[in-house]
């Protein structure tokens, strides 16, 4: 078998289960191999129910006391029943899995896995696994991995086509020089595909993802380098001159400008008039106004008769900035457009004619903006908004539309100088480093499990007061890692637990486009009162009426990512109000989300998150659902971005041009196959 081989040569792969992976983009062998695991799972020792804590994930074994209990509550079915072992008990709970009410039997012995919970003061386990006895005892200590998966995919399944691909393969080549693998105690590329999938230890699993990091940023590095050569400094053809109207809009607006945002749009401005070709970056904290830059920067553009688009990477956050520089900019005689993907064909060749047809000036939308159809007339500025969600493909195609043409790109994330010089190259940077005044701080919190039903009660509260809430789960469903709260799971639970007139809704990043957008809307509209979500709100959602954020598994986030997320509340004069709940009160995590209690400084929050994770937090959870990498994370794995920065400077010529060759004729890992798409 060899790596770029079909994955129907994989045994228990057909035409139809292919169809599943090439969904997510397997395709080959390699594809395959290079599905690294989110993470392992583990089954330890069965725990007696006594010491079964509340918030772990345990084993528990023990005998069905009664018939299992099956009520209706609106219009979910929940079965019940009670697991015994001894004098102990524990209440078993499954919502809308009715069959269980006949699959379990009195008297019968089971092996119960899940994570136990505590509602009015009795244990229970909701949505617990049976497992068989050879299951459990054949599994026991063993890593198993965890895998993203997609619909009609199970983690047996990919589990199982690792296995057989990892042992029949021949073909699994090194393309790192020797000099560099021992130089940087890298685990060699055959060794780190195998232990990936099958590891002995999660010490030897964090080594082997290491080494798909390191290849990650080394490949983006070599990348940057070749781009970089390419094209550095060039002049533009275009005339760019001053217009007094961006002096009116100014005056216009509400607010006035921070003394930051004066600095950065004088930045910007002299950029564009300057005759060169502006390459900028603009950082600035969550709710530091970084949109009005934009705006002014794309009436300046459109002033001077060019057409600027604003790319953003979620059809919601499309839609606000819409509306935001519609109303920013009526009265300057600009047209303005909106282009999603979720716009219907007809909708979609009207805009297509408009720009195509230098109609419109300003095009605001998400991928569509890149699609082959859109053929843009006079392209003079390229915006993209929250930056770091974007992959490399997507910003360079989107330049490539025009030539030549200025870019500025705006992220919130806030990343450590010494990364963003590494990262960035040659562009320049801009920080909006103040916040506009008058906002009330956000009052935070950092509580355990024991504090669940006063965070309700309090949720409770600012909805009766008018106001909204937020809930954010790590997970979307119970596919993923076990242990960890789950948006429909949890949406379940809670419509139990609250008044049956408050209004839940729940939004995931699996959801269709205009499914998202329609619950948006009713959760902007007011007629939502609580949205449970994943982090697909993190990125610039601005909705002022909530006011409360329960993040729940608040440990498994990065601080980074928590500050994010809390900027979805405290977006107007009234006090708002997050709640970090965590699973794991050790001295460590809470040392750790305290800085976030402390401050509300993102670039302080970024750096102390560095210094505060240990190296063995190798697989905590990323800082941003969908980073710059695929698996590589830039605050955790700074180290290694460090090492692959110096090696990629001291590569030899000759050693480049062979790895090059590499990338290009063997087509390798799927990290460098995505390297290939852009070069
Ligand atoms: P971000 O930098 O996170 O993208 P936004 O541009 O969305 O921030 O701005 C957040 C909010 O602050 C918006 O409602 C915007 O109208 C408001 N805003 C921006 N600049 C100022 C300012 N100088 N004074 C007061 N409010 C401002
Ligand atoms: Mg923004």
């Given at each position: 078998m060899r790596w770029n081989d079909d994955i129907l040569v994989i045994k228990g792969i057909g035409e139809k289960t292919a169809i599943n992976y090439r969904r997510i983009g397997i395709n080959t062998v390699g594809n395959l191999l290079m599905h690294i695991p989110r993470g392992y799972d583990e089954f330890g020792d069965i725990v007696p129910i006594r010491d079964a804590s509340p918030g772990s994930v345990v084993i528990v074994t023990g005998v069905i006391a009664a018939r299992a209990y099956t009520r209706k509550v609106r219009n979910m079915t929940i079965v019940s029943a009670r697991l015994r072992d001894g004098a102990d008990s524990i209440s078993l709970v499954w919502f809308n899995m009715p069959f269980m009410a006949s699959k379990i039997r009195v008297g019968t012995y089971y092996i119960i896995r899940g994570k136990v919970s505590v509602k009015n003061g009795v244990k229970e386990i909701v949505q617990p696994k049976l497992l068989t006895k050879e299951e459990y005892y054949n599994n026991r200590y063993k890593l198993m991995p965890i895998y993203p998966l997609t619909g009609g995919l199970t983690n047996n399944a990919v589990a199982k086509a690792c296995i057989h691909a990892i042992s029949e393969i021949t073909d699994i080549t090194d393309y790192l020089p020797e000099r560099i693998i021992s130089k940087y105690n890298i685990m060699p590329y055959q060794k780190a595909v195998k232990t990936i999938h099958l590891p002995d230890s999660r010490d030897d699993a964090g080594k082997a993802r290491k080494r798909f990091v390191f290849d990650e940023f080394f490949l983006f590095l070599l990348m940057l380098k070749r781009m970089k050569s390419e094209n550095s400094h060039i002049l533009t053809q275009r005339n760019y001159t001053e217009c007094k109207e961006c002096d009116m809009f100014i005056k216009e607006l509400p607010y006035r400008l921070t003394d930051a945002q004066v600095k950065v749009w004088n930045e910007v401005r002299s950029d564009m008039l300057s005759g060169h070709v502006m390459n900028r970056l603009i950082q600035g904290d969550v709710g530091s106004g970084k949109t009005v830059i934009a705006a002014l920067s794309l009436l300046l553009n459109a002033l001077n008769g060019y057409q600027g688009v604003l790319m953003v990477p979620t059809e919601v956050l499309a839609r606000q900035h819409y509306e935001s520089l519609s109303a920013m900019c009526s009265g300057y005689g600009v047209d303005i457009s909106l282009l999603t993907g979720s716009m219907s064909a007809a909708e979609k060749k009207t805009v297509y004619e408009l720009i195509r047809d230098n109609k419109t000036n300003i095009i605001i939308g998400t991928h569509a903006l890149i699609q082959e159809k859109v053929k843009y007339a006079e392209l003079g500025l390229v915006i993209t908004d929250e930056?770091?969600?974007?992959?490399v493909n997507q910003r360079k195609s989107i330049v490539e539309k025009g030539s030549e043409c200025h870019t500025i790109v705006m992220s919130?994330?806030?990343?450590p100088r010494t990364l963003s010089m590494i990262l960035y190259g040659d562009m320049d940077v801009s920080v909006i480093d103040e916040v506009p005044k008058k906002r009330l701080p956000i009052m935070n919190c950092v509580v355990g499990q024991s504090y669940r039903s006063a965070a309700y009660a309090f949720i409770l509260k600012e909805i009766r007061n008018g106001h909204k809430a937020y809930i954010v789960c790590p997970?979307?469903?119970?596919?993923?890692?076990?242990?960890l709260e789950n948006v429909t799971d949890y949406y379940l639970r809670l419509s139990e637990i609250m008044p049956p007139d408050i209004h839940i809704d729940i939004l995931h990043g699996r959801m269709k486009p205009k499914q998202k957008d329609e619950i948006m809307d009713r959760f902007r509209a007011g007629d939502t009162d609580i949205l449970i979500s994943?982090?697909?709100?993190?990125?610039?959602?601005?909705?002022?009426?909530?006011?409360v954020m329960l993040i729940e598994n608040?440990?498994?986030?990065g601080l980074a990512q928590l500050h994010q997320l809390r900027g979805r509340v405290g977006r107007s004069d009234i006090r708002s109000y997050c709640i970090f709940m965590t699973a794991d009160e050790s001295p460590q995590i809470m040392q750790r989300l305290n800085v976030l209690n402390k401050s509300n400084d993102g670039f302080y929050i970024a750096s102390q998150d560095l210094k505060l994770r240990?190296?063995?937090?190798?697989?905590?959870?990323?800082?941003?659902?969908?980073?710059?990498f695929d698996i590589a994370d830039i605050y955790n794995d700074a180290d290694v971005l460090f090492n692959a920065h110096e090696a990629a400077d001291h590569l030899t010529d000759a050693e480049a041009d062979a790895i090059y060759d590499y990338i290009i004729e063997e087509g390798g890992s799927k990290n460098i196959n995505n390297i290939v798409d852009i070069m």
């Open positions: 930056q770091h969600r974007f992959g919130a994330t806030p990343i997970m979307i469903d119970d596919n993923e890692e076990s242990g994943t982090t697909v709100i993190e990125v610039g959602i601005d909705v002022p009426s909530a006011t608040a440990e498994r986030f240990g190296p063995g937090d190798m697989f905590g959870v990323r800082q941003s659902g969908e980073a710059y």
